[in-house]
């Protein structure tokens, strides 16, 4: 009887009579949530909608070439991107405090939404909130802020008076993506690993130069083609690399090296908030880190993080 065909058409109406005439924002990073809550929207009301998307420097290697790819040539999204590398990058210059890190991240992102919502006219704000947002706002919202300063935009709404659409409410992930494949957005989007808002930023410890992010890109991108390959991609929940602030000694040929540590990080977990590391087979660990070595200039050591939630956390900062 939940038929989602039959949600999608009605929530569409439904938001073309709510926000009739009215200009809308939305940020969109091409998470999963958003993706599918911004695309539900312009379906309602087409460029009445401006999706802003913002390249803060720290997405996943190509990743701000495919975002507007997909929403804007693709689907045809009222999109722009706005490319703020430098002052982010500026802005965390000498920070190494995680903590200060997000919160230098999240205000620098509302700061340039902010921008962009006053040059639009927005009154309205679309965000992708889902059923277990909801939930766990209301049970421990409080208590997860404290571990770490989580990033979206937040603090908006408020301070620019603008309304919060919200048309994910009441689905469930698997629901969103569902909804998703219907609107038509490729997988590639709906069923990749979840993202932080402050990106790379915290997977870089300590202060973020553009050397150590050329560095993480490049290894991120290998260890996930290495799990695409070998079919670990999607039975895990999420995996990344995180570079560490610490040089150990080498060989490389016949010469001493002096280079980063890397680790690689996977974990097995159904909403976030408990996480087991995976048990990815040592074949696999060892292809990736191999792979690593051999090609990504400044890594010379690679470990795997076998620390599961808690009492670690999924990311390490
Ligand atoms: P932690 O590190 O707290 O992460 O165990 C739990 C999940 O949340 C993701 N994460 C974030 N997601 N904004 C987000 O939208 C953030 O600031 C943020 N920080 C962590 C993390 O990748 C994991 O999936």
Same mark, same amino acid.
């Given at each position: 009887n939940w038929n989602l065909e039959d949600f999608v058409s009605k929530k569409i109406e439904e938001l073309r009579e709510t926000l009739a005439g009215k200009k809308v924002i939305a940020a969109l990073s091409g998470g999963v949530d958003s993706s599918v809550a911004c695309v539900l929207t312009h379906k309602a009301i087409g460029e009445n909608l401006l999706n802003v998307f913002v390249?803060?420097?720290? !997405?996943? *290697?190509g990743e701000e070439n495919e975002v507007p790819k997909v929403f *804007?040539?693709?689907?045809g999204l009222n999109l722009v991107k706005i490319n703020a590398r430098k002052r982010f990058l500026e802005k965390l210059r000498g920070v190494s405090d995680p903590e200060r890190k997000r919160k230098i991240i999240g205000e620098e992102f509302i700061r340039v939404f902010e921008k962009q919502a006053q040059q639009h006219g927005a009154t309205h704000l679309v965000q992708g909130t889902i059923y277990s947002d909801v939930i766990e706002s209301a049970k421990s919202g409080k208590k997860t802020a404290a571990i770490k300063s989580h990033h979206n935009v937040g603090g908006l709404p408020e301070r620019m008076n603008l309304q919060i659409v919200e048309?994910?409410?009441? !689905?469930f992930k698997d629901e969103v993506r569902l909804v998703g494949e219907i609107l038509g957005i490729p997988r590639q989007i709906l069923y990749r690993h979840p993202f932080p808002g402050p990106g790379l930023a915290v997977r870089i410890l300590g202060e973020v130069t553009e050397e150590k992010l050329e560095i993480l890109k490049e290894a991120d991108r290998i260890f996930i083609e290495t799990l695409k390959e070998t079919g670990w991609y999607e039975k895990v929940w999420q995996a990344f690399c995180v570079l560490l602030p610490v040089r150990s000694v080498g060989v490389r040929g016949d010469k001493r090296a002096y280079d980063y540590v890397l680790a690689l990080r996977a974990v097995d977990s159904t909403e976030g908030m408990t996480a087991d590391w995976s048990k990815i087979p040592h074949e696999v660990l060892d292809l990736a880190a191999r792979r690593i070595l051999n090609s990504v *200039?400044?890594?010379g050591r690679v470990v795997y993080d076998i620390s599961s939630k808690p009492p670690a956390t999924i990311e390490w900062e």
């Open positions: 390249d803060h420097g720290f !997405l996943r *290697k *804007k040539e693709m689907l048309p994910l409410r009441n !689905l *200039k400044g890594i």
